[in-house]
Structures are given as structure tokens and as C-alpha cells.
């Protein structure tokens, strides 16, 4: 299965979840937040929302602006 | 002077709103709001890396127990605006959302139609908007329509340091909405811009490149927080109309030599 990550491929052995995905890529735990495909995912979804094949998944953290 | 400033549920002790991007590095960042003691940080969010740049960055933000204001900087359409405000209250725990989206890449003119969508989307999610916006006076009367209780217009394309490029406009939204809480957010340069703002009534000023790009960024941040007490002291104590010609300030009557009879 492949997906985008913040814009980046990444080949995904086995179906996931958001949870999963999360602490795969190296953001368990840390301050971030998620959208799937355009649509915001509250945090509280992340082990019941399952990817599928070609998800866009934005992982966004506080950042300085004006 | 007791001057509280309420925006929202909350109570302010400064009517400068200090963004918190572009500066020489995160300490000089810290020292200019330590200078500036600002009413509001604004925020962003951005891609995190899984090196996590932005958890150190927030840690900065959080020690200073400022207010923050998230913001949909860079958003270009209603979709991406609505998600943007929807994983920043997420992230930093707030309904407050500066709404962003902009129109044209040259001028970085926010797009009014899609401001208008977006806050009436956001409001109905339960968020307190913060637009930013053209100084256009029905633009603002349809967000009020809309339920807005603060117009954030700018005074001039974000980081051109232009200052209030038509006061005119400024002023007539103050005018017409002296109720609603204005704050000018965009394009001021100077501190006397920022003055000049308050002078006309604004609640608060909100900028960024002025103070993060200047030469001595804490130095400047202290500037723009007197510039605005100044401005804000200027409108509350009734600034004196001009008038076209000279009037002395020291009285005339019984100066020396007053109506003095030459020797004959």
C-alpha cells in the first residue's frame, strides 16, 4: 500500500491505522495534528481510522507565524 | 490609567498582537516579547518533521503564558482553511482562529468571498473568528452579519511595511462599527503607524515582520508597545482638531509691551 506523508511516498507493508501510522514514522507522542485526504482527523479517531491506498495524510506541529 | 481591554472571554493588558515568525533566532525571538509583553502571540502550523522543530518552538511559546492566536497563514482555499483551523484548536487548545486565506500571491490580498465561506463554516463549528481582511466596509458588514465580533482589515500588504494605506477606510469602519472590536493586522513598518492606527479608535494593532526583520528586534518591540499606549492615550484623551491657520498657545492679553503707545 502506498501513501503520501506530508507529501513524501511511503510503501506501507500492512494496513494500518492513523495510531499505527503515528508511532511508525517517529511522531508518537510529539505535539502534532493530522488530516487525511483534506479532512481534519481528531485525535480521538486515530485507531479507528484505517488507510487506504494513495491516502494524502498531513502531519502538521506549531510553528512560528504572524 | 485603567484602560482593560476585553476581546472575547478574555481580558488583555496589551493591545499588541506580536506574530512570531521571521526572527534572527528563536532567543532574540524570546527577548522581543519579553520587550513587547504582548496581549496575543500568533502561531502557525506547519509540516512537522519527525526531528520535531515545532515542539521546541512551542516550549518557547508556552513559558511565556501568553494567549495564542493560531492563524490559516498561507491557506488558499476554504477546504484547506477550515482543516487548518480545525487541527490548530486541536494543537493549541483554542477556538480563536486568525482566518486567513489569500487571494493573490503578488499583493497576498486576502480573498473576501472565500472569507466570507470559511467563517460562516468555522463559526458553525464553534470557533471565534479573527479575519483578516480587506478595509472593504460591506465585506465587513457581511461578517458581522455572520456573527464576527472582531474585524481584523489590514493597512497594508503583509510585510511591506507600508503602513495604513488608506486611512480614510480605516476610519469609516471604525465609524460604522464602533462596537465591534478593530484591530489592524498587516503592512504597518513604523511604530508611528501603529500609532496612527490607534489614534483613530483601533483596539489593537497586530504585526510581525516590523518588529522580527528590524535591525534590533527587541529594541523595536519595545517601540511598537509605547507607539501603541501613545496612540491608544492619543484617541481616549480627544486629539484637537487641525485648524488652517496659527492660534497662539500663550495667551496675548497683558504681554509686555501690549498695545504700547509709540514715543512721540
Known amino acids: 500500500m502506498n501513501i503520501l506523508v506530508n507529501g513524501q511516498p511511503l510503501a506501507l507493508e500492512k494496513i494500518i491505522n492513523v495510531e499505527a501510522l503515528l508511532e511508525e514514522t517517529g511522531y508518537g507522542g510529539k505535539l502534532v495534528a493530522v488530516a487525511r485526504n483534506g479532512e ?13 491506498d494513495n491516502d494524502k495524510i498531513e502531519i502538521v506541529a506549531p510553528m512560528q507565524g504572524g | 490609567m485603567r484602560d482593560d481591554f476585553i476581546i472575547g472571554d478574555m481580558t ?3 493591545r499588541l498582537f506580536l506574530g512570531t515568525a521571521g526572527y534572527p533566532s528563536p532567543d532574540i525571538l524570546r527577548q522581543s516579547i519579553e520587550a513587547a509583553q504582548p496581549g496575543m502571540l500568533t502561531v502557525s502550523l506547519r509540516r512537522e518533521s519527525a526531528a520535531g522543530k515545532g ?15 493560531p492563524n490559516t497563514a498561507g491557506c488558499q482555499s476554504v477546504k484547506e482553511a477550515v482543516t487548518t483551523a480545525q487541527m490548530a484548536r486541536e494543537i493549541f487548545e483554542t477556538n ?12 497576498l490580498q486576502p480573498d473576501p468571498y472565500g ?3 470559511a467563517t460562516e463554516d468555522l463559526i458553525k463549528l464553534g470557533f471565534e473568528i479573527y479575519p483578516y481582511m480587506t478595509d472593504d466596509l460591506i465585506l465587513a458588514q457581511r461578517l458581522v452579519d455572520l456573527g464576527c465580533d472582531i474585524l481584523m482589515p489590514w493597512g497594508a500588504p503583509i510585510g511591506s511595511g507600508r503602513g495604513l494605506n488608506n486611512p480614510y477606510a480605516l476610519k469609516l469602519l471604525k465609524d460604522r462599527f464602533p462596537d465591534k472590536t478593530l484591530v489592524v493586522d498587516a503592512g504597518i513598518g ?4 501603529a500609532a496612527a492606527a490607534m489614534e483613530l479608535g483601533y483596539d489593537a494593532i497586530l504585526l510581525n515582520t516590523a518588529v522580527a526583520k528590524s535591525v534590533d528586534p527587541p529594541l523595536m518591540a519595545a517601540g511598537f508597545a509605547e507607539a501603541i499606549r501613545a496612540g491608544r492615550r492619543g484617541f481616549l484623551g480627544g486629539i484637537i482638531e487641525a485648524q488652517e491657520s496659527g492660534k497662539p498657545s500663550t495667551p496675548l492679553i497683558d504681554r509686555p509691551f501690549w498695545h504700547q503707545e509709540k514715543a512721540g
Do not use: C, M
Not at chain 1, 482527523?41 to 487506504?52: G, Q
Not at chain 2, 480563536?96 to 499583493?107: A, C, Q, S, W
Not at chain 2, 513604523?190 to 503607524?193: F, N
Open chain 2, 190 to 193: 513604523a511604530p508611528s503607524h
Open chain 2, 96 to 107: 480563536r482562529v486568525k482566518l486567513e486565506i489569500i487571494g493573490d500571491n503578488y499583493t
Open chain 2, 12 to 14: 488583555l493588558n496589551s
Open chain 2, 55 to 69: 515542539q521546541a518552538f512551542w516550549e518557547i511559546i508556552k513559558s511565556f503564558g501568553i494567549p495564542v492566536l
Open chain 2, 115 to 117: 472569507l466570507l465561506e
Open chain 1, 40 to 52: 481534519f482527523i481528531p485525535k480521538e479517531s486515530y485507531a479507528d481510522i484505517t488507510l487506504k
